[in-house]
C-alpha cells in the first residue's frame, strides 16, 4: 500500500519559509500547543488531505525551475511535520535525487535520534526557537524546553545549517535580556546560517475563535518597529555568525 500522509495545505510558491522561491507543505499535528499558534487546525494529526509521495513530487517538480533559479526549494512545515518523519524521509530523499534543495520548518521538540533518517536529507533546518527560559517555554507551548535544545546541538554536531527563528511577544520574549541569553546560546553552536527575529501577529487569532478555543493573547500588542530594530541590533551585535571554532 503506497505511503500516505496528512497534509493541512500547501503554499506553491513560498518566499518566507528558507531560501528563494519554495514549494511549502503545511503537515498536519502537532505536539506542541503554542499561544501565539497561527494555525490551530493544524494541530489534529488525522484530519486535512491524504497525498503519496508521487502526488507531492509530481506537482513539486511543476514548479522546478522557478526554484532552480531562484535557489529555493521545498519546505515541510506544520504543525511539526517530524510527526510524519517516517513519510517526509522517504520524500525527501526522492526530492533530493532530483536535485531539489530541501528545508524542514520544526520546533525540534521529538528527540533527533528518531528522526535521524530524515535529518540525513534535509538540505536545511528551520528550527524555531520559543525561549530558552525553562518556565516560559512551558507556558507558552505547554511543553519542555529540553528536546529542542538536544535538537540544536544535534544539527551543531551534525554540522546540518540551520535558521534560528524567534517570535518577538510583548512582555513575554522581548526582553534584551532574553535575546542576550538566546545570542549566548547560538554562539556555542557552528551550524547557524541565519537568525531571524519574527514580530508576533494575530492573523490566526479567528481560526482559534471558529474553533471555540480560548486566545490567550488576545490583548497582547504586536511589537513595535522600534523594538525589533533594537533587538536585532543586539543579535547583529553579538551573535558570531555561526563561527564557533569549538573551544
Known sequence: MEQKAYIHSIETCGTVDGPGLRYVVFFQGCNLRCQYCHNPDTWKVKSGTLMTIPELIDDVLKYKSYMKFSGGGFTACGGEPLLQAAFIS???MQLKEKGVHTALDTSGSI????????????DLVLLD???LDTEKYKNLTGGEIKPSLDFA???SEKQIPAWIRYVVIPGMTDSDDEIEKLVKYLNNLSNIKKVELLPFHKLGEHKWETMDLQYRLKDTPVPSPETMKRLRGIVDEQWNGGQNDGE
Open 129 to 131: 526557537i520559543k525561549s
Open 90 to 92: 522517504k520524500l525527501f
Open 111 to 122: 528527540a533527533p535520534t528518531k528522526v535521524s533518517m530524515l535529518l540525513e536529507h534535509t
Open 153 to 155: 546541538e544535534y544539527l
